[in-house]
């Protein structure tokens, strides 16, 4: 493994949520995106993939959540067309239920790993998620595999991390955290009679500019993550 050339920052390609998220995250970094179901975490992702391939970084894409036509057809609904980065060798989408049945749960995340080393080329590497592979390892394997992980996006590829928040209890929560560069948690929250996805930074290393800390949006389609005023929100 040779050492990758650092500096720039990956962006969503939205100017009011990356300056939320302190102007982006630098190239390089472990990142850490959990949360509930349906808050978001696919999406906000998504974003992240397009404005970084938009950018001009390579990014891969393993995915159990969709197939390379179900990624395009829903980043296209919500405004993010995928179609010419993943023409012109910018963006790469592998699902991953295939490789998982193969492999089994036993070697579940050697194997993730094994895969995300097959994509050394890409600038970054996007798992979403780790759910299933998390879910039936050992704790001992699952900081194991975040250690190596950090091998990694020590040597220059950026790594995110997609999960659901119950993957992890609060101990392992923390310890998996601290390894992490970025973490983003997203969330449905209760604001008068209406439900408001957030998304808290709990942190971005290195951040060009502080960070905001609780982010309230929704997802819209032709645009893709909308941030909604605090206030209003709470309205």
Same mark, same amino acid.
């Given at each position: 493994?040779?050492?990758?050339?650092?500096?720039?920052?990956?962006?969503? /390609?939205?100017?009011? #949520? @990356?300056?939320? %998220?302190? =102007?982006?995250?630098? $190239?390089?970094?472990?990142?850490?995106?959990?949360?509930?179901?349906?808050?978001?975490?696919?999406?906000?992702?998504?974003?992240?993939?397009?404005?970084?391939?938009?950018?001009?970084?390579?990014?891969?894409?393993?995915?159990?959540?969709?197939?390379?036509?179900?990624?395009?057809?829903?980043?296209?609904?919500? /405004?993010?067309?995928? #179609? @010419?980065?993943? %023409?012109? =060798?910018?963006?790469? $989408?592998?699902?991953?239920?295939?490789?998982?049945?193969?492999?089994?749960?036993?070697?579940?995340?050697?194997?993730?790993?094994?895969?995300?080393?097959?994509?050394?080329?890409?600038?970054?590497?996007?798992?979403?998620?780790?759910?299933?592979?998390?879910?039936?390892?050992?704790?001992?394997?699952?900081?194991?595999?975040?250690?190596?992980?950090?091998?990694?996006?020590?040597?220059?590829?950026?790594?995110?991390?997609?999960?659901?928040?119950?993957?992890?209890?609060?101990?392992?929560?923390?310890r998996i955290s601290s390894m992490c560069d970025a973490h983003f948690k997203l969330a449905i929250e209760n604001m008068g009679d209406k439900l408001i996805k957030t998304l808290e930074v709990s942190k971005v290393r290195g951040a060009a500019m502080s960070t905001g800390n609780i982010i309230s949006f929704d997802?819209?389609?032709?645009?893709?993550?909308?941030?909604?005023?605090?206030?209003?929100?709470?309205?």
């Open positions: 493994m040779t050492m990758k050339t650092g500096g720039g920052v990956l962006e969503t /390609g939205n100017p009011e #949520l @990356d300056k939320k %998220l302190g =102007g982006g995250v630098p $190239v390089g970094s472990l990142i850490l995106i959990e949360g509930q179901s349906d808050a978001g975490k696919s999406v906000f992702t998504q974003q992240l993939a397009w404005g970084s391939a938009r950018a001009g970084y390579r990014v891969t894409m393993l995915s159990t959540e969709n197939t390379v036509k179900s990624m395009l057809r829903h980043t296209k609904s919500l /405004g993010l067309d995928m #179609l @010419d980065h993943l %023409l012109l =060798g910018r963006l790469k $989408v592998f699902p991953m239920s295939a490789m998982r049945a193969a492999e089994g749960t036993e070697n579940a995340l050697h194997s993730l790993l094994q895969a995300m080393y097959r994509q050394w080329e890409q600038d970054l590497v996007i798992v979403d998620s780790i759910t299933s592979f998390v879910s039936n390892s050992t704790p001992e394997q699952v900081i194991s595999f975040f250690e190596e992980c950090k091998h990694y996006t020590d040597q220059g590829m950026s790594i995110a991390l997609v999960a659901h928040s119950y993957a992890f209890n609060d101990g392992m929560l923390i997802i819209e389609p032709g645009i893709g993550m909308r941030i909604i005023p605090f206030s209003k929100a709470k309205a």
